[in-house]
């Protein structure tokens, strides 16, 4: 798996002060060619704990191609603890957090602890309360950590209970016909209805076909059905003049804008067939050889559907760039031909001639 991010760090060892503070400093790197929607994580390694680290800073960053951002990890460790420590810095995709992630080189540092008094005898009923939190903890933590991931609880190991599934943002999520969301934001397709949570709706992905109600799943899209044709008249009106048509080539990767009859869009190498040609009406784009329109959705998926006249399918041009009217999000594309859209960032991927 190729990693889009690069992440380096100023040392591999410190040492607390006598409080038990310190700070580190990271260089996080976009080695990819788009713009990625960052998160920064501490991951604590051996005995060192979560509660120990925290950003200076937000954790959430926009990185565009070939940029580089400092992050800042602060450390207070706490007076209990003593000898060496390590962590490292965790670096994934928003938008695709399962495929898109690195991890930082891991970074060690030392914690002197408590120092035992001058003179007197050693307190060792402190041994005897810290054992005691010790043995009340590892009960806590083995009850937490040997349960099911239950309903918004971060997954474990992309695991969760019985009617759940681990969603995008790294929670665990209602399936379809899971009981017992609340809001639409506690099912993993956004849709809460009397308590159950139902199947994806207009524009979202559609794993194993199935779509809400009046939906069907086409490219893996759920979409609303095509009309049927009207009935032949009984005398054709008379043909208007056909628009111009256009090819749209890439800048970035030279492929042309092409489709389908299954509704799908994608760039592939240019050739003049008609399924690379689209006439423009106002603002709408609608391909030659299926009649569809070109279309899209707040989760930036690009596809082709019956033409509506609605703001998705406006596409106003800003010099080469195609901008969508509803979303206001470019249309954009990869080495991989893959076609959808990203918010403006004027790279050639976003340039079409």
């Not at 389908?260 to 106002?282: F, L, M, S």
């Not at 009649?291 to 899209?296: A, K, M, N, P, Q």
Request: glycine share 12%; hydrophobic share 35%.
């Amino acid at each position: 798996m190729a990693r889009v991010f690069a992440v380096t760090a100023s040392t591999d060892r410190l040492r607390l002060d006598a409080s038990g503070r310190a700070e580190v400093s990271f260089t996080i790197s976009n080695t990819a060619k788009r713009l990625l929607r960052s998160r920064v994580k501490v991951q604590p390694l051996g005995a060192a704990g979560a509660d120990w680290f925290s950003l200076a800073g937000e954790a959430d960053r926009d990185l565009a191609p070939d940029a580089t951002h400092q992050v800042t990890v602060r450390i207070a460790a706490p007076a209990t603890a003593a000898g060496t420590f390590t962590f490292q810095l965790r670096v994934v995709s928003i938008d695709n957090p399962d495929e898109d992630w690195t991890d930082g080189p891991a970074t060690a540092f030392e914690a002197a602890g408590v120092a035992k008094p001058a003179g007197g005898k050693f307190p060792w009923w402190i041994l005897v309360v810290v054992g005691a939190v010790v043995l009340i903890a590892g009960g806590v933590a083995a009850f937490v950590f040997t349960r099911p991931a239950g309903l918004n609880d971060p997954c474990k190991g992309d695991k969760c209970a019985a009617g759940l599934v681990c969603g995008p943002a790294g929670t665990c999520l209602g399936d379809t016909g899971y009981e017992g969301c609340k809001a639409n934001g506690d099912c993993v397709f956004a849709s809460c209805k009397d308590g159950v949570c139902g199947k994806p709706g207009l524009g979202m992905a559609c794993p194993g076909g199935a779509c809400d109600a009046n939906l069907e799943c086409v490219g893996g899209i759920c979409l609303k059905p095509s009309p049927p044709p009207p009935p032949p008249a009984d005398a054709p009106p008379a043909a208007e003049a056909p628009a111009a048509a256009k090819t749209y080539k890439n800048v970035a990767t030279g492929f042309c804008l092409d489709s389908n009859p299954e509704r799908a869009v994608y760039a592939i190498g240019c050739n003049g067939g008609n399924y690379q040609n689209w006439t423009r009406d106002g603002l709408t784009l609608r391909n030659v050889s299926t009649g569809f329109c070109l279309d899209s959705n707040a989760e930036g998926k690009v596809y082709t559907l019956g033409c509506n006249g609605g703001d998705y399918q406006k596409w106003e041009s800003r010099g080469q760039l195609l901008v969508n009217v509803a979303t206001g999000r470019c249309l954009d594309s990869n080495p991989d031909r893959a076609v959808y859209t990203l918010g403006c960032n004027g790279g050639d991927y976003q340039n079409w001639r």
